[in-house]
């Protein structure tokens, strides 16, 4: 395969990658469509054998719903592969006994089913879109700031994503408004949080050095794996921009035009 | 006067101060209702000709609303001694050729009649309460991000203010949300910004250390005031709290129980 510039160089030094964790929305599909070669990548990654999580901060609905949308879509996925921030959470409350106020979307309610919220200790944040109404916010600011030790968790901290329509205000705006409002720093779960990229590379019994994230994130994507001790690769699809090559504060191992270009190299080195 | 500790004493040493400013909301008022002695405080500052004017972050109305308002609770008010953000605002848009997209209250639009809104070329906020819903705010996400060189234009800064029903956000969350999610800062008009006290001390026709600023927030109205080379008293109604004395950063010229006691105060040793 002709590598262009440096893009596939990394990949001659990749042996030690024995795992992937893999972006959903951005990677394998871009407003609702496949990207050109996803569903093949995903395939061929099944074929080799290669062990592989998903690893997305969708917040929009519930872990079962994420995987029927991929099956849906053509993706050889199962539904344990896939990790959101949702279950994470509930892992977390019912470790720190931590009754949420949910300002979440409602199709990810379901997620919660088994969690005490009674009385709330705290408050969660996801992307809720139009559940983000001056109400809402307001009543979980109301929540958070009559607490003592105010905890605010947020599934995610992404300021915008690509929808159809163009962009949009994503999860990561609402933290930083109850932030400011009630002087408190969020706890991210998803990515860029350590424990959420380590969980699913504990996962796939691997080390953080013996896992590649592959996402369009720069920041939160290749970034927060980078700050784990994983190897970063930056896709050109999603919502990269040319400005993001190269940034200011991230390097990743590897650029690629997309996952298929990804994964060609991948087991072309391994 | 028999005076309260530290209370009254620098009211000894104001003998320069010829002009007053006072905050409205939490300093005339409360929950919409007059806080005892404010409105025979405004009489006698009328009654010894003591210029004053009216220094507002409010934004859910026109500057006549909040006249008829305040007349209406029996305060001896002229309508051009009221200083709200809006009229500024227009004021800093004509100056700049700004075409604002406007995520402020309805209530508030009238004020912005005369200002040209097509092909928007800058985001405006106001306290939009209910008119923060999710639609709103990602079109104002959307304008601003487009734009090559994003203008924010927020009018206030607080985080919250008190309502009959409690707390209640503020434009300020809002404004640090479109902040984040565009990597913009925003620029404020209304307190404290240093040209909103500045026009007010000019329209009296005084220089800023010949004026006081008397507020119950001890950032935006005292330390602001403070900034601008105004003298800042701090009222103990409205939004202060004990642990704002004494606080972290600003530190009053003066703090007293209420207006009335601020205007007997300053009478007593003018």
Redesign the interface.
């Known amino acids: 395969m002709a590598l262009r510039g440096s893009t596939g160089s990394w990949f001659q030094n990749s042996k030690q990658i024995k795992g992937l964790l893999l972006d959903i929305s951005g990677v394998l599909y871009d407003g609702g469509i496949p990207i050109d070669g996803s569903i093949q990548a995903v395939q061929k990654i099944k074929e080799a054998g290669i062990p592989v999580r998903f690893c997305t901060n969708e917040t929009q609905c519930t872990k079962e719903q994420i995987w029927t949308k991929l099956s849906s879509l053509g993706f050889n996925v199962e539904v344990n592969e896939i990790f959101p921030p949702a279950p994470a959470t509930c892992i977390i409350l019912k470790e720190r006994d931590l009754r949420p106020h949910l300002l979440v979307h409602p199709d990810v309610l379901p997620e919660f089913e088994s969690v005490d919220k009674s009385n709330p200790n705290c408050v969660v944040l996801g992307d ?8 809402n ?2 009543n979980a ?2 929540t958070l ?1 009559a607490l003592e030790n105010p905890v605010l968790l947020s599934m995610g901290r992404g ?2 994503y690509k929808k159809k329509d ?5 999860v ?3 933290m ?8 408190v720093e969020a706890e991210i779960v998803g990515k860029p949080s350590r424990s959420f990229f380590l969980t699913a590379v504990q996962d796939m019994n691997l080390q953080p050095a013996e896992v590649m994230m592959i996402g369009d994130d720069i920041v939160n994507d290749v970034g927060g794996a980078q700050a784990c001790g994983l190897k970063g690769v930056q896709v050109r699809t999603g919502k990269f921009r040319p400005t993001d090559e190269p940034h200011a504060v991230v390097k990743p191992d590897g650029y690629v035009d997309n996952l298929a270009q990804a994964i060609d190299l991948y087991i072309e080195y391994k």
Chains 1, 2 share one sequence.
């Open positions: 809720a879109t139009d559940a983000f109404s001056y109400a916010v307001n600011f109301r700031i300021k915008y163009g962009l949009t205000l994503d990561g705006a609402y930083k408004a109850l932030e400011y409002a009630c002087d």
